[in-house]
């Protein structure tokens, strides 16, 4: 099992290493920012001075080099277009995301986990029909759409909510529900299915026989037993929630990082988009690991088999 | 046409029966589009801006209105229909190809193929897929083509593993030791015996990423990196007509309502398909 | 009282209790901004966000009254000691926020530090003609420039004084977090990325302010700027598009503040390369475009017509230049002299220009015979292809210039002129004027080099200038408020109505 381990620590490393490379390459690849910066009127030769100074004219791969030595010194550099350390920079926006990611994953594990179980173990009945197209919504729907009809609604028509910023704790609830909704579908489904499968199991057939009421059954044996899958997809899940809030955190002019790396790949500002894209692989990286871990541990053909890769 | 006799066959398919004729409703449009649109989608009349659902001007009548620049919303939305679900299908053909085949590839031959492709996946499965598709159009480009290739090469991982997964597990049944001692190579193998076996639980993903891959179409035209105008797609005009919600938001509805029309159809489809086939693929 | 911002992040989340919404206390101004400021150190970015904010925090050297005229800031009176120097006379009464005095050696200082090469200022372009700045006198300060330079002043309008002991006491880094100027507002906390946070500055030497506070919110998205008037969490936002201008003017809490600015749309013609290479080509285009069209039912009337690609609002703007009249018969016939019918004609753009003016753009040109191809990309790489070889930057682009100076200098110079990264055109008669009249200080010799320049420009149509543009405000009909040509947001120049 160490062996594994270490072996999958190692490929994790290599594989948040080719992302960075990746990343790095393909942005330069695309121009820098010096154009951005200066006012229109700039001559080629100003231009090319601050260029200069800012050193993208040296080759990509001097560039990299020195990127890595700065990072070996455990800095993530400064940004061109803030001229501030990066550190600070993307520091004061994680707690955004996070505040809007769990508060998301809350919602949509808070309403997708019941919805799920409900529509097993009510499958057939009007329960069951009138939750399904509830998930099914959350899945088809575009994050914008719902994000302005929202603002729309619940800001501007009703005035209950406000239609923009991070100010108070009622900010976050419009975005974390447009965030939501599509995790919340995966989570319904993922339950549902898993507590069909268990439902259908010998063990439950031999408890119900027992005498022991339905719910009982549910709560306390077919959910702790089925919930391994869950918790596997959580751990993916988080990691798409993080994704999906780049166009949300756009709509609703909320300061996390999604809206961050937006505006810093609109504007060249790589030591930025870098940082970011480090910390998201990596919580990617971490993520797919214990979902993998945990994936292992439900399938022991793919454990002895020495991991599912 | 086993596969689609056993699909038919389920239990709870006449349930799913109205979504998959909807479903072929959207697929007959957008073959049709440029045959049964009532105007031009492309033609503009900057007095004609902003028009409500049933205004006519002169002999046109715009049944949905018009959009920003005085062009027939209903015409724009059958056209939508070709792009945004051209792009849906060719970039699941492009990733499922190539993940499948690098999937297979990866079960059959292990070894450091097998390594290196599942490395790769790693890879690309830790850049979260939005970001790696508006820093890829920011080198390639917006448009059509470009967002075809840059969907179809950010997708792929997820056809790889299941398809190296469903391949380890048929490498190691009867059937496929005795063709090999019948002396069938490697390609013929895969393709003709193995490939099928599988084929369900990918078909399953297919479809669920082609309900995704309309909805990323929409999300990357809603940041300006999508279907490039005049041309139009379903995401296109939603990003544009988002502005208009207040005033004139028959632009952002319309096209707002098909595009959830035809992404639950393909889910409802796509779980009726999965439930029947591989209840399991849920857990991956 | 300054709140470091990843506290302030933390804080937001813990306090509960906000339930009034900012805009309800008139004392503090709520501003919506589109984008959030890159930074509030004035000499190291050129950004419109960051200039809203940091112009009220700082002083400038000189600024514009309302009607456009230069006028006295921190200095008093300024004279030409010959046609490369100006001497300053700066005032002895402003105070920093932290009560120093403001003195010529700010102002030295200021002025050495945006045009030093290793500071890697921005704006370095603006002001690189100022080859020395010395102190002359308890008062006086003296510029030299290395040739004449008439648009000095233009340029020094957007100079900030900034003080020097202090600047150098704490640092660029925490000077760019923490601010400190001798304007009519003081920093008081900037959450990045959210919110700027202004003090009135009750020592200010030109008055107390009348309101009391500002906050500048970073809210990208129109729909959610327009909503947050509605709601009443904002009081003032800027960059409202016409067409959502029109639903806005029927809303009775809220008003419209349209302001004819320094901004000129022009489409440009690339005359070195393709097919608009040909002059008939060009004339062609030109005839092609129906101005007023375009100003009354895209832009809703918000905008004025122009003839040259300069705005009344720029020094050496002249009525009277021949121009080419809405006429797309004659713009056929030229094009089939031309035998361009059908030609490709790459229409390069990005996200940063009016998409709806590129598409009507398409379509009258295709009307006369051209076949235009609209090629997208993000806005770096098309800086980078409009400024780089003929080849690559298009036949046609739209663009909507302004110089922050109001002066052709800053206009026709950069989008025109032989070596010039803008310029995909060569005209050494063209050359000769706008250099003449970049080398002396003579108004009347200026505008008459430039009416010469504007005449040749109408003969080879290298672009054509569209429309005058209008930036829209918005605000609460309560807030009194002109915005000027400079685009300028001056909240020492806003107060309530009763």
């Known amino acids: ?309 | 046409m086993r596969f689609l006799r056993s699909a038919l066959a389920a239990p709870g398919a006449a349930a799913v029966a109205p979504f998959a004729v909807l479903l072929l409703l959207f697929a007959l449009v957008a073959l049709l589009a440029p045959w049964i649109a009532p105007l031009d989608p492309a033609r503009q009349s900057l007095l004609a801006r902003l028009r409500p659902p049933g205004t006519t001007m002169g002999a046109a009548t715009f049944w949905l209105g018009t959009d920003e620049l005085g062009r027939d919303l209903l015409s724009r939305i059958l056209h939508g229909a070709r792009a945004s679900l051209a792009v849906a299908l060719l970039s699941v053909a492009v990733s499922g190809t190539l993940g499948t085949l690098l999937g297979v590839v990866a079960g059959y031959r292990r070894g450091w193929v097998e390594v290196a492709i599942m490395r790769a996946v790693d890879v690309m499965l830790s850049i979260p897929a939005i970001l790696l598709a508006i820093i890829t159009v920011a080198v390639l480009g917006p448009g059509f083509l470009n967002l075809v290739l840059v969907l179809g090469f950010t997708r792929w991982p997820r056809y790889t593993r299941v398809a190296y997964a469903q391949t380890l597990g048929q490498a190691g049944l009867p059937y496929v030791t005795a063709a090999r001692l019948a002396g069938a190579r490697a390609p013929r193998l895969l393709l003709r015996h193995v490939l099928p076996n599988i084929a369900a639980p990918l078909v399953v993903v297919a479809t669920l990423e082609f309900g995704l891959m309309i909805l990323f179409e929409a999300g990357l035209s809603f940041l300006g990196l999508g279907i490039q105008p005049p041309m139009a797609s379903w995401g296109s005009i939603m990003s544009t007509g988002r502005n208009y919600v207040g005033t004139a938001w028959w632009i952002a509805t319309f096209p707002g309502i098909c595009l959830f029309l035809l992404v639950l159809s393909v889910n409802i489809c796509g779980d009726h398909l999965r439930d029947r086939f591989d209840p399991r693929a849920a857990l991956r | 009282m300054h709140r470091n911002g990843i506290f302030a992040g933390a804080l937001a989340v813990a306090l509960a209790t906000a339930g009034v919404a900012f805009a309800q206390q008139k004392d503090v101004l709520s501003v919506d901004l589109p984008g959030q400021p890159a930074t509030l150190d004035p000499h190291i970015q050129w950004d419109t966000d960051s200039y809203h904010v940091y112009r009220n925090i700082f002083d400038n050297l000189v600024t514009r009254d309302a009607s456009g005229k230069i006028v006295p800031q921190v200095a008093s009176a300024w004279t030409y000691r010959s046609p490369t120097e100006i001497e300053f006379t700066i005032r002895s009464d402003i105070r920093f926020h932290d009560g120093t005095p403001l003195t010529p050696e700010d102002v030295v200082f200021s002025v050495r530090r945006i045009t030093d090469p290793a500071f890697r200022s921005p704006q370095l372009s603006q002001f690189d003609s100022i080859r020395e700045a010395r102190v002359v006198g308890p008062d006086k300060v003296l510029l030299v420039t290395a040739r004449p330079y008439p648009v000095l002043l233009a340029q020094l309008v957007k100079l900030s004084i900034v003080p020097k002991a202090h600047v150098e006491r704490v640092g660029p880094e925490k000077f760019n977090l923490e601010p400190m100027g001798s304007g009519p507002y003081r920093f008081a906390s900037w959450q990045r990325g959210v919110r700027v946070t202004l003090e009135a500055n009750d020592a200010y030497w030109r008055g107390k302010p009348s309101i009391r506070g500002v906050t500048f919110q970073n809210v990208a998205d129109e729909a959610t700027r327009i909503a947050n008037l509605k709601s009443g969490r904002a009081d003032v936002t800027r960059a409202i598009s016409p067409d959502q201008a029109q639903a806005l003017k029927s809303e009775a809490r809220l008003k419209l503040l349209p302001a004819a600015t320094e901004r000129i749309g022009y489409l440009f013609v690339n005359a070195q390369w393709g097919p608009t290479a040909d002059v008939r080509v060009r004339r062609a285009i030109a005839h092609a475009l129906d101005r007023k069209l375009i100003v009354d039912a895209l832009y809703g009337g918000f905008g004025t017509p122009v003839d040259v690609v300069l705005t009344p609002a720029n020094f050496g703007y002249a009525t009277g230049i021949p121009s080419y009249p809405f006429d797309p018969a004659k713009a056929r016939a030229l094009i089939k002299e031309a035998g361009a019918e059908g030609a490709e004609i790459p229409f390069t753009t990005s996200p940063a220009y009016d998409q709806r003016l590129v598409q009507a753009l398409q379509q009258m040109l295709q009307e006369v015979g051209l076949k235009v191809a609209i090629r997208m990309t993000d806005h770096p790489t098309f800086l980078k292809r409009r400024q780089g070889n003929p080849d690559e930057a298009g036949s046609i682009s739209t663009g909507l210039w302004s110089c922050g100076c109001q002066d052709a200098d800053g206009v026709i110079n950069p989008l025109f002129r032989t070596g010039s990264a803008w310029a995909k055109y060569s005209n050494p008669r063209f050359d000769a004027l706008i250099d003449a009249a970049r080398a002396t200080i003579d108004e009347k010799e200026r505008l008459a080099h430039y009416a010469d320049a504007l005449r040749i420009l109408h003969e080879d149509v290298p672009g054509v200038g569209m429309f005058q543009y209008h930036a829209i405000y918005a605000a609460r009909r309560e807030l009194q408020w002109q915005p000027t040509a400079g685009e300028s947001f001056h909240v020492f120049d806003m107060k309530w109505q009763n």
């Not at chain 1, 001559?43 to 200069?52: F, G, K, N, S």
């Not at chain 1, 409900?118 to 729907?141: H, K, Y």
């Open chain 1, 1 to 309: 099992m160490t062996r594994y381990l270490l072996g999958r620590a190692a490929q994790s490393v290599l594989a948040v290493f080719g992302v960075m490379a990746i990343v790095f390459v393909v942005m330069r690849l695309s121009g820098d920012p010096t154009l951005l910066l200066v006012p229109e009127g700039a001559t080629r030769e100003q231009v090319d001075a601050l260029r200069a100074q800012l050193g993208f004219d040296r080759p990509i791969p001097v560039q990299f080099a020195d990127y890595l030595w700065t990072l070996c010194r455990l800095d993530l550099g400064e940004s061109v277009v803030q001229r501030l350390p990066v550190w600070r920079i993307v520091a004061e926006r994680i707690p955004y995301t996070g505040w809007l990611a769990s508060t998301a994953l809350a919602i949509s594990v808070g309403i997708g986990i019941p919805v799920g179980v409900a529509t097993a173990v009510w499958r057939g009945t009007l329960v069951e029909r009138a939750l399904m197209p509830l998930v099914l919504v959350g899945q088809s729907m575009p994050t914008f759409w719902s994000g302005i009809l929202l603002i729309m609604l619940f800001g501007v028509g009703l005035g209950w909510l406000p239609t923009s910023g991070a100010d108070e704790w009622r900010s976050v609830v419009m975005p974390a529900i447009a965030l939501g909704g599509l995790s919340m579908a995966t989570f319904a489904r993922i339950t549902r299915t898993s507590v069909m499968e268990e439902l259908g199991k010998d063990y439950v057939r031999a408890i119900r026989a027992k005498g022991v009421a339905r719910p009982v059954v549910v709560l306390r044996h077919v959910l702790r037993n089925g919930a391994i899958p869950i918790v596997t997809i959580a751990a993916l899940e988080i990691a798409n929630l993080l994704a999906g809030a780049v166009i949300v955190e756009t709509v609703f002019a909320w300061p996390g990082m999604g809206q961050l790396a937006v505006q810093s790949i609109q504007a060249r500002d790589f030591m930025v988009v870098q940082a970011i894209v480090l910390l998201v692989s990596i919580a990617y990286v971490l993520l797919n690991f214990v979902a993998d871990i945990l994936y292992g541990a439900i399938d022991p053909r793919i454990r002895l088999r020495g991991g599912p890769r």
